[in-house]
C-alpha cells in the first residue's frame, strides 16, 4: 500500500529545524504537486521565503510552502503519483498534501481571528491572543469488504472520473464507533445489513486527510441491494474469480478485494 515504504521510513515527528538548500519543497496546486524528472524542487531553487517543516523519509527533510512557477517544473496529478513505481516520492507527496491543507486552512483563530503561531516543541499551532491550540486533523473513515459465501460486494462511484471497483466506504460521524460506521454506510448506501464485522487494517490517506479502516464483514440476510444513486453508480455482487486483480497496489481498499480474491473467505 501506498505507506509501504520499507526500507525507507517515514519519521514524522515535528522538531524547528531550519531549512537548508538541499531540502526537498512540496508545492501543491489543484490536487497535484510540483516536479521534474520525478524529483521535488529543493530549497534552494525557490524564491519564497515561507517553509514548513512536515517531516523527513529517511535522510530526506521535506518542508512545504506556498505554490509558486518553478522552470523545468510542471505539476503532476496526485492520483497518477500514487500508483508510480517511487513509492517514497508518492507517499511524500499525499501526506505532505494532507498536512499543507491543514496549515492552509488553520491560518487564524477560530475563536478570536488572531493570526496562528507554530509551536516550537510541537506540530501545534497557537493562538498568541487567547492561547487556543490547534492539532492537526485526521478524519477516520471505514472501508466495508462485504462478503456473502464466493461473492464479494463492489461498489463504483457516481459522478467520478475513478472508474475501477471499489468498496462501501464512508466517514465515521461523530457519536459513533467505527463499527457502526460500517453497519450505517452499509445500510445508507446499499440497504443490506451485515453481521460478524472484523478489523483487517489501517491506511492513512493523505488525499482526503483520512485515517482509512478497513473491515470484512458477512452478509446478514436479504442479498437485495437497493441503491443509493447519489453516493453510487453501481453496486453489485462479484464472484471471486470475477473480482478484478489490477495494478493498482497503492490502496486498502484494491488490497482487501486482491485478499479475498486470493484466499477466500475462510483465509479472512
Ligand atoms: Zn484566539
Not at 440497504?191 to 483487517?200: M, S, T
Not at 473491515?215 to 473480482?243: K, Q, S, V
Request: net charge negative; glycine share 8%.
Amino acid at each position: 500500500m501506498i505507506q509501504d515504504i520499507y526500507p525507507s521510513q517515514l519519521i514524522n515527528t515535528y522538531y524547528d529545524r531550519s531549512c537548508t538548500d538541499a531540502d526537498s519543497v512540496l508545492m501543491y496546486r489543484n490536487g497535484a504537486v510540483l516536479m521534474r524528472d520525478g524529483r521535488f524542487p529543493a530549497v534552494g531553487e525557490c524564491t519564497g521565503q515561507r517553509f514548513i517543516y512536515l517531516f523527513s523519509i529517511d535522510d530526506i527533510h521535506y518542508y512545504g510552502a506556498p505554490y509558486e512557477e518553478i522552470e523545468g517544473y510542471a505539476p503532476v496529478s496526485l492520483y497518477a503519483l500514487r500508483t508510480s513505481a517511487d513509492k517514497v516520492s508518492a507517499f511524500a507527496a499525499v501526506t505532505g498534501r494532507h498536512l499543507m491543507q491543514w496549515y492552509e486552512s488553520h491560518r487564524f483563530c477560530g475563536h478570536c481571528r488572531t493570526e496562528l503561531v507554530h509551536s516550537r516543541k510541537e506540530r501545534m499551532l497557537e493562538c498568541p491572543q487567547c492561547g487556543a491550540q490547534y492539532f492537526p486533523q485526521i478524519a477516520p473513515a471505514v472501508i466495508v469488504g462485504i462478503v456473502n459465501g464466493d461473492r464479494m460486494l463492489v461498489t463504483q462511484y457516481a459522478g467520478r472520473e475513478y472508474t475501477r471497483y471499489a468498496l462501501i466506504a464512508g466517514y465515521t460521524e461523530i457519536g459513533e464507533t467505527a463499527e457502526e460506521t460500517v453497519r450505517r454506510e452499509v445500510r445508507e448506501e446499499t440497504g443490506l445489513r451485515v453481521r460478524n464485522i472484523r478489523y483487517y487494517k489501517s491506511q492513512p490517506w493523505g488525499l482526503s486527510g483520512s485515517l482509512l479502516l478497513g473491515y470484512f464483514c458477512e452478509l446478514d440476510g436479504d442479498d437485495t441491494i437497493t441503491l443509493d444513486h447519489t453516493e453510487l453508480d453501481l453496486a453489485t455482487w462479484l464472484d471471486r474469480e470475477h473480482l478484478p486483480d489490477d495494478d493498482d497496489r497503492s490502496s486498502l481498499t484494491s488490497e482487501m478485494i486482491r485478499v479475498f480474491k486470493h484466499a477466500g473467505q475462510s483465509g479472512l
